[in-house]
């Protein structure tokens, strides 16, 4: 049994619009060992492990349901106890999961899809292997690999993984902002390793790291970190502090100890959670060793005055006191039975004691300060203390070091929350904790003394959160409401967009809409990601890293995604919900790659998009695997877009209340017209949108529409959208490789990045209908990871343009393939489709047949230029020049007709209106709230 690939699922994917981690596992010869062939004893032995999975429910829904799964006729697999296993063990290290899924793939026998959720990828990964490990342990001998460590440990293995998860864990206090932030419906972004956390997207966006915000003042936090200047600070404001002095030397430690009188506490000057402090020392000698061990982590040395009194943390939140904890460092209490390390074992053994971090309390360790502290005593760790003596293993009582902490906050006298406040105020923190020593902290500090010892930045909130006595407090919440206070937003506006071809273009679009509406864009493309028109990064950024930088980006107020196909397959979607989402069309690309062999199975993959929208999800209405999504989405609005005025579902959801983007034929033109709410909007004739080529480029009509249909689904004015669409040309600097238009030579070249047979059509199709003088030449590549089929579909697509001249070429990667091993398919193709053999020539390089394209064209003749590199090929288009010529034809406008006379827009194709004749007799429609849609099928 072994895992033979594995997935990081970062957001919704295929298998869950979570974060999940995919593993395909083979289980070789154990296929024929389900559970009970196996026996109850690897079952009982598992459980006796990870007792835990006795409550996992499985299929069952109910605790026990898995144990039942096992137990049940031949029992199930090793795959689905695998996936059980990697749940439960980040269960034990703290982690909240519970999903998971196993399945068998198809045509492969022993191999499974596993898949579980995680918090922490590389917890869930480890998870993962430890599960595999602990399986293996369980095997009979005869059955476990060969490489199989016969000296494994189960409870070594499960502590290491513990220690490893608990070291990549959000700290407590962070978690627990982190947690109730997302109870909220904050997003949030982990920026590091530690815990640096973004909460809110964009230019809404606070930070924190543990317990410091973005609202904490940087001289704040060194205040508080300067223990001598806090001191000088709260004293000279007639706050209650002890005498100090700071030091460098171990005779200067001791002087000062003597000027202030015993006993005294000396501690590292800019020191934490307690580390290197040594109280109520009686003599030099006492100085001199606390001395040596503060100077371990610090080069400066305090030394104060002890105050008599319990150790009691107060927090105070954004001027206010939200919990205070009375704090007992780690000890045990005789019993006059047992020995010290038994009554250690004792106290660790509360279930509410764990590792590190891990739970709401830490274990006593019987370290080499515990070792000290029994010394003072006479006792070492086999010493039986007499019955109810405390037996003190630590001098301070951080809950991080086995301390305890028990709620106070109700019994706080005015006087001492005044003075917390204005301590916390005085070193100007938003958040800070003050360690006040008291002998009785309900009575007032003027009356019975007590002393401000430490003022704290960045303070723990475990103590509060789960105290080991007294009533929890909510400081997480207070911290999120300074934060994000009620009313205050922290999502931007995200719309998202996919399909297999148009996605570019409508992106543009939509992010050239908001940007003319006076909005700072996120854009994410497949060139690059650009902030505010400004291209920040270059490259394919249509995944989740790409999410990532829009959204972590302070100045961007609105996001605009446009999602590929591949980066939903590697790590799934970088947000999981998104306001406005748009599935533009399914058609056949990329197919045979990445486990997709279908349509239908493309355009599940498509559909994550729909699934994600909140608000509204905007669909083709004229592409049935698309029309059939408004049957998955969850969002409150479904909006159509159809070129069909005829389209009978459309029809009756505009009739239901419903929104709808169409196009409609009118004297004028044709009319891209909104329906919302039954509003009839006429919005725009599509000759006045620069990017339709007069309306003849019907695809983009189309991505008109839907940029038209997201932008007024995200709340902009009509005439934005209006000047959005008027302004927004096919440039190749406003949109590279998107039906680029260059005309400065004596014939007229278009650049485009068609790299399917849909894609190629449509723009075959929009050359014919453009009235070209003289002839029209296409230059036609297919990428090489494409299957056979496809690169014939491309050919087949291209001949239907009836070019009178074809260069066929491929692309710079040839993905596999030999150098000319495309070029030939397409020629094949096209000379079966009847194009002459004199009409083709097989240019393999795409610099090559592009110079050769340029250098055939004559006047007034229309190249049509399919390119790969496309920053290169439209250097190499304007920097063109015939052998001994300039490139000034245009200054003979007399005898050089323009290559392209726009016609009257063409007529659309006729479309079956009727749904069930779109999309099968076995439809099911359905009216609710949000119109008339498509059911989902029931087989899902």
């Known amino acids: 049994m072994f895992i033979s690939d594995r997935r990081v699922f970062v957001g919704p994917s295929t298998y869950a619009l979570f974060p999940v981690i995919r593993l395909e596992l083979d289980l070789g010869a154990l296929e024929e060992w389900p559970t009970m062939r196996l026996g109850h004893p690897f079952i009982d032995a598992l459980l006796e492990r990870l007792p835990g999975l006795r409550e996992h429910g499985c299929s069952y829904g109910e605790p026990g349901g898995f144990v039942r799964r096992m137990t049940d006729d031949e029992g199930t697999w090793l795959g689905h106890v695998l996936e059980h296993v990697a749940i439960e063990l980040q269960n034990i290290a703290g982690e909240d999961v519970s999903f998971g899924k196993t399945r068998s793939i198809d045509d492969r026998p022993g191999v499974y899809d596993v898949v579980f959720e995680y918090e922490q990828a590389e917890v869930g990964n480890e998870a993962a292997d430890l599960a595999l490990a602990l399986l293996h342990s369980l095997l009979p001998a005869e059955l476990r690999p060969d490489e199989f460590a016969a000296d494994w440990s189960w409870e070594t293995a499960r502590d290491e993984y513990i220690r490893y998860a608990q070291r990549r864990a959000l700290g407590p206090s962070t978690a627990s902002i982190v947690h109730e932030a997302a109870r909220r419906g904050i997003p949030f972004i982990r920026l590091n390793q530690a815990s640096l956390i973004q909460l809110g997207y964009g230019k809404h966006q606070r930070r924190i790291q543990a317990t410091v915000t973005s609202h904490t003042s940087h001289i704040a936090v060194e205040l508080a970190s300067d223990k001598e200047e806090t001191n000088k600070i709260l004293s000279s404001l007639g706050l209650p502090t002890p005498q100090q002095r700071l030091v460098q030397t171990e005779d200067s430690a001791a002087q000062a100890a003597r000027r202030i009188g015993y006993p005294v506490v000396v501690k590292p000057y800019n020191g934490n959670h307690g580390r290197g402090v040594s109280i109520h020392l009686l003599d030099e000698a006492a100085v001199r060793i606390a001395f040596a061990k503060a100077r371990e982590h610090s080069r400066s040395v305090i030394v104060e005055s002890f105050i008599t009194g319990a150790d009691h943390r107060m927090l105070v939140i954004n001027g206010e006191l939200i919990a205070a904890s009375k704090r007992l460092p780690g000890h045990v209490v005789g019993d006059g039975v047992r020995s010290i390390e038994a009554l250690v074992a004792e106290v660790n053994a509360d279930p509410r004691r764990g590792i590190g971090h891990e739970k709401v309390l830490t274990r006593i360790e019987l370290d080499h300060e515990a070792q000290r502290l029994m010394e003072t005593k006479g006792y070492t760790h086999d010493s039986v203390p007499p019955a109810g003596e405390v037996v003190m293993l630590r001098l301070t009582a951080n809950l991080s070091t086995g301390g305890t902490a028990a709620d106070v906050t109700d019994a706080v006298h005015p006087d001492n929350v005044e003075m917390a406040v204005r301590a916390i105020k005085a070193i100007g923190l938003d958040v800070g904790g003050v360690d006040f020593l008291s002998p009785d902290i309900t009575q007032s500090y003027k009356e019975i003394g007590g002393a401000i010892c430490e003022v704290n930045a960045a303070p723990g909130f475990r103590m509060h959160m789960a105290p080991s006595e007294g009533k929890p407090r909510d400081v997480a919440g207070k911290t999120v409401d300074m934060l994000f206070p009620s009313g205050s937003p922290s999502w931007i506006p995200i719309a998202a967009v996919t399909g297999t071809n148009g996605k570019t273009t409508t992106a543009r679009m939509l992010a050239h809409i908001h940007k003319l509406a006076g909005r700072i864009v996120g854009l994410t ?404 709230e949000r119109g008339v849609h498509i059911a989902r099928d029931v087989e899902d």
């Not at 961007?556 to 306001?579: K, N």
């Not at 698309?626 to 877009?641: F, H, I, P, Q, S």
């Not at 029809?651 to 033109?669: C, D, K, V």
């Not at 087949?796 to 993905?815: K, T």
Request: proline share 4%; with cysteine; net charge negative.
């Open 525 to 928: 493309s497949t060139d690059g990601v650009y902030v505010d028109g400004q291209r920040t990064v270059q490259g394919d950024m249509t995944g989740p890293v790409a999410t990532r930088m829009v959204l972590s980006d302070p100045s961007v107020d609105v996001a605009v995604l446009e999602v590929a196909r591949g980066g939903l397959l590697r790590a799934g979607m970088g947000v999981r919900h998104v306001d406005v989402g748009a599935v533009l069309n399914v058609q056949s690309d990329h197919l045979g790659l990445r486990g997709v062999n279908t349509l239908d199975e493309l355009a599940e993959v498509k559909r994550i998009i729909a699934e994600v929208a909140r608000d509204t999800a905007v669909l083709n209405a004229d592409d049935p695997r698309v029309l059939r999504m408004a049957g998955y989405t969850e969002a409150k609005y479904v909006c159509y877009v159809t070129l069909n005025p005829q389209h009978e579902l459309v029809r009756e959801h505009i009739r239901a209340g419903g929104r709808a983007i169409a196009l409609e034929a009118g004297i004028n033109g044709q009319m891209i017209t909104i329906y919302d709410r039954g509003a009839h909007i006429p919005l725009l004739w599509t000759h006045l949108v620069p990017a339709t080529m007069e309306g003849k480029a019907t695809f983009n009509v189309q991505n008109a529409m839907f940029a038209a249909a997201m932008a007024f689904s995200m709340g902009v004015r009509l005439e934005d959208i209006r000047n959005g669409l008027r302004t927004f040309h096919t440039t190749f600097y406003q949109a590279p490789g998107r039906l680029n238009v260059f005309d400065e030579h004596p014939f007229k070249v278009i650049m485009d990045y068609g790299h399917n047979a849909a894609a190629v059509d449509a723009v075959c199709q929009l050359a014919r209908r453009l009235d070209v003088k003289g002839r029209r030449i296409c230059v036609v590549a297919a990428p090489g990871d494409r299957r056979d089929d496809d690169v014939v579909e491309i050919g087949q697509a291209a001949a239907r343009g009836n070019f009178d001249h074809y260069l066929c070429r491929r692309d710079d990667d040839p993905r596999g393939r030999a150098v000319d091993e495309v070029p030939r398919l397409l020629r094949d193709t096209l000379l079966a489709a009847g194009i002459a053999d004199e009409r083709i020539t097989l240019v393999p390089d795409e610099q090559e047949a592009i110079d050769t394209a340029l250098r055939m064209a004559r006047i007034n003749d229309l190249v049509l230029l399919f390119a790969d590199a496309l920053a290169r090929s439209w250097k190499q288009v304007v920097h063109f020049r015939v052998d001994g010529q300039d490139n000034a034809a245009a200054d003979t406008p007399d005898n050089v007709a323009p290559a392209t006379m726009l016609q009257p827009p063409p007529a659309l194709p006729q479309q079956d209106s009727r749904a069930d004749r779109l999309l099968g007799d076995d439809v099911v429609i359905v009216r609710d």
